[in-house]
């Protein structure tokens, strides 16, 4: 949070796109935002978060949840990443095989880790 801040002088984001299934960054998210911002929440925690109400009204944010993308959506996304014009790798924080799956939903469980990618 702080360094959307920083970034952008102090104002706070005017779009942020919540991806990762945990109630901490959905309140980062709304944190991040500034006045006026939209957040959209694709990442579908399935614990609450906090936030107060009047935090929303006086930013007048926009809070808005989304199931996400068609297919064609993913594989314009997939060529980008391939192209290198897409940057995802600061976004995973481990890599593991499949056999490790269970391993991967408990560091998500106890908040060790946002995302993992398991290979096959």
Known sequence: VAEVREASGGH?????????????????AIAMAG????????GAALEPFQVRAAEIVWRELGVLGSRGMLAADIAVAIDLYLDGRLHLDHLVEHTRPLAEANEALDDLADGRALRSVLVP
């Open 12 to 28: 706070g984001a005017d779009v942020v796109l919540q991806l990762a299934g945990d109630a901490r960054a959905d309140e980062a």
């Open 35 to 42: 006045p006026g911002g939209r957040v959209v929440l694709v």
